[in-house]
């Protein structure tokens, strides 16, 4: 059954560092998410994705953060500069019209 | 303004039981609801969805019920078994260009042997 694939599953770096959370999507969906979770709270809507471009963004996706698919199967998380309050789980999604199909995550540690 | 809530933070039921995780919603245009099963470690993983169209919808096991008259959403779980253990989030989108789930707060789902 195909799936969404995260890599890594976990990354830890310091503070100001840049890092980038790399997902690959189910093969034929054309619509990529992002999502985040921090440690005992609900899971939260980042961004979307959908024919090259940015459809929609949550007021937490600021400036630091960026998304980029750059081949037929790659989809990337940027965040540039990373705050201690940017450690949580990174859950890439990917679907069709509806339903999205969730990654296992990467859990970020910034220190 | 809009939120997905969950009644219940903790839910215990015997394996065999049947189970019934709520949510209630505060946005009358949502048009779609997803709920969501996660076991520790893993990302949400799809149980079963229903448009604001359909009143009830049924899986393997699993029966989604949707009172938009009270913006209550329901999980039925037939004959729950230890895998059913994890915690439970229902999610809606706004079917009209918005495509960002909006999830609850999550119930755990404790099944006791």
């Known amino acids: 059954e195909p799936e969404v694939t995260q890599t890594p599953s976990h990354q830890v770096t310091q503070m100001g560092q840049e890092v980038i959370l790399r997902c690959v999507p189910i093969?034929?969906?054309?619509?990529f998410y992002w999502y985040r979770q921090i440690l005992g709270q609900k899971v939260e809507f980042l961004v979307s994705?959908?024919?090259?471009?940015?459809?929609?963004k949550s007021e937490i996706f600021d400036d630091q953060f960026s998304v980029e698919r750059p081949d037929g199967s790659n989809f990337t998380l940027k965040i540039r500069s990373t705050k201690l309050e940017d450690s949580a789980m990174y859950f890439c999604?990917?679907?069709?019209?509806?339903?999205?199909?969730f990654g296992a995550g990467t859990r970020l540690s910034v220190l | 303004g809009e939120s997905v809530g969950l009644h219940l933070p903790t839910l215990s039921v015997q394996e065999g039981d049947n189970s019934i995780i709520n949510c209630a919603y505060s946005?009358?245009?949502?048009?779609?609801f997803i709920w969501y099963k996660q076991e520790s470690g893993k990302g949400p993983q799809f149980i079963i969805d229903?448009?604001?169209?359909?009143d009830k919808r049924q899986g393997q096991r699993v029966t989604v019920l949707l009172n938009k008259t009270v913006k209550h959403l329901s999980l039925q779980i037939a004959a729950t078994q230890p895998g059913d253990s994890a915690v439970y989030f229902c999610?809606?989108?706004?079917?009209?260009?918005?495509?960002?789930?909006?999830f609850g707060s999550g119930t755990r789902l404790q099944v006791q042997p």
């Open positions: 999604a990917s679907g069709g019209e509806n339903i999205q199909y």
């Open positions: 093969s034929n969906h054309l619509y």
């Open positions: 994705f959908y024919n090259n471009e940015i459809s929609e």
């Open positions: 946005n009358s245009a949502s048009d779609y």
């Open positions: 229903i448009r604001s169209n359909m």
């Open positions: 999610a809606e989108m706004r079917d009209t260009g918005r495509r960002a789930l909006t």
